[in-house]
């Protein structure tokens, strides 16, 4: 190479910094998912929240949370589904009380974040109950020992 090409130059070369996006934004997006799961939210409206590029927010949201911003809702919202379901909510209701399109929408995000469809987790948790012993006050009119 002569001294004259690009890669020899004695210049000093711009070097990339990109400014992480202020965390208040980024905690404002997180917060209004946690309280708006069950609207129809978007990255692209989240994103706009925070006023930064689609393809921004969703590395900000990444970096700083450790996770994509979908992929929260969807565990969210998932989460919401477990405590429905462990009331007795139906499981058809629960799946569009908590955002989903319908039944099979919360099923396939749901085995995929827990590892077992709704109803295994229900039947699961039903199983658990009945087989936990029954905590029965002590009879204190009965001597000890």
Known sequence: MNATSPSCSS???AVAYRKPAPTGTLDDARAFM???FNEALSVPQLAEMCALSVSRFATAFRQR?????H???CSVRVAAAQRLLLAGVPGSHVATDVGFFDQSH???HFKRLCGET???FVQRHRTHERHRPRVR???TSLPLG
Not at 65 to 69: M, T
């Open 34 to 36: 946690e309280s708006h």
């Open 11 to 13: 210049a000093p070369r």
């Open 65 to 69: 949370f450790g996770e994509a911003p």
């Open 118 to 120: 709704p109803s295994e």
């Open 71 to 73: 992929r929260y809702l």
């Open 106 to 108: 919360l099923a396939r």
């Open 137 to 139: 006050w002590a009879d």
